[in-house]
């Protein structure tokens, strides 16, 4: 157990719906990190906050947003939703503001299938 | 911009036998090279990290990885295999340039086979 949790454990949904994913990092944790898995793109990073403001961003959709709240848990949020989008997600969290050589925790994923 | 590249998708051992799993990475600057694992149904785990010094870095689960930097290379080595190390194998590149997220390959299926 990371320490990392997410919630729901698995979302269906339709096209064309709105879903949001949380996170709550490790204990003393100030930067949480999504991800999203698929088997075609594989492992990619979205976007990455720390405590509270945007840090970095990756392969983010503008249908996808995200933010982190003042007690640091973080929430993505995926609108519009194409087939596309059915996916692992992940988060992680790191003690630090993503440097380097941060150890990055990750969760057990929300498993989001859009039919 | 940082990339990896997993030879083999699927990787089979028999336990007992040597486990290689091969990550080559690309980066214009000195990199931090990460493994993790990912058990079925669960995120991902670090097995170990290059960050400086001793280029040869020893993980948990007795795993093991040398950072050859002429070779751009960060393969996975374990001496035997155990029916529990199967899994997917990810290696990850990051840079200490700015605020960097971490680079994943397409991951190692290891099998093991009895």
């Known amino acids: 157990d990371s320490g990392v949790t997410q919630t729901p454990k698995h979302l269906i949904t339709a096209t064309g719906q709105r879903v949001t994913l949380r996170c709550s990092p490790r204990s003393g944790d100030l930067s949480v990190y999504w991800y999203q898995q698929s088997l075609d793109q594989g492992l990619q990073f979205l976007i990455q906050y720390y405590n509270g403001e945007e840090r970095a961003k990756g392969n983010i959709l503008e249908r996808f947003s995200a933010q982190q709240f003042p007690d640091l848990h973080s929430e993505l949020n995926l609108s519009s939703l194409e087939l596309g989008d059915s996916a692992l997600y992940f988060c992680?969290?790191?003690?630090?503001?993503?440097?380097?050589?941060?150890?990055?925790?990750f969760g057990p994923g929300t498993r989001l299938t859009v039919l | 911009a940082q990339s990896v590249t997993q030879l083999g998708s699927h990787v089979s051992v028999s336990e007992g036998a040597l486990v290689l799993l091969r990550c080559n990475y690309s980066?214009?600057?000195?990199?931090?090279l990460f493994w993790y694992v990912q058990y079925p149904n669960q995120g991902l785990q670090l097995l170990l990290k290059?960050?400086?010094?001793?280029?040869l870095v020893k993980g948990i689960n007795g795993f093991e990885a040398e950072f050859k930097k002429s070779e751009t290379s960060f393969h996975l080595t374990k001496p035997s295999a155990h029916m529990s190390d199967a899994a997917e194998y990810f290696c990850a590149v990051s840079v200490n340039s700015g605020n960097t997220p971490l680079v994943f390959g397409k991951g190692t299926r290891l099998s093991v086979i009895a």
């Open positions: 980066s214009s600057v000195p990199p931090y």
């Open positions: 992680a969290s790191s003690v630090g503001g993503g440097t380097a050589t941060d150890t990055q925790y």
């Open positions: 290059y960050t400086t010094g001793a280029t």
